[in-house]
């Protein structure tokens, strides 16, 4: 396991930008698979974007084209930039870490965004 804190939440206006960030402690974080999920009040824990420790990515459709998940191994650090906010990304994300993608045995507290409309 390693552990896991999120920041760059934040309010910000729909069509906005904000940058995620997610630190790990711990050196095998650089073979770990990384995701970011969140969830809406009222609502299940999607996963929104995945990146595999070789630098694959995988994304939910409602956010292809806006946000891009990517990785700083010597920081051990993913990013998640997001662009073109709208209201309805508004959440709580959290980020997650496993030896594979879906294998999480990570997470974080998690961090709020919130898009105005």
């Known amino acids: 396991q390693v552990q896991l804190v999120e920041s760059g939440g934040g309010l910000v206006q729909a069509g906005g930008s904000l940058r995620l960030s997610c630190a790990a402690s711990g050196s095998i974080f650089s073979i770990y698979a990384t995701g970011w999920y969140r969830q809406a009040p009222g609502k299940q824990r999607e996963l929104v974007a995945r990146?595999?420790?070789?630098?694959?990515?995988n994304y939910v459709d409602s956010v292809k084209g806006r946000f891009t998940i990517s990785r700083d191994n010597a920081k051990n650090t993913v990013y998640l930039q997001m662009n073109s906010l709208k209201p309805e990304d508004t959440a709580v994300y959290f980020c997650?870490?496993?030896?594979?993608?879906?294998?999480?045995?990570?997470w974080g507290q998690g961090t709020q965004v919130t898009v105005s409309s």
């Open positions: 990146i595999t420790s070789t630098g694959s990515t």
């Open positions: 997650a870490a496993g030896p594979t993608a879906f294998r999480w045995d990570s």
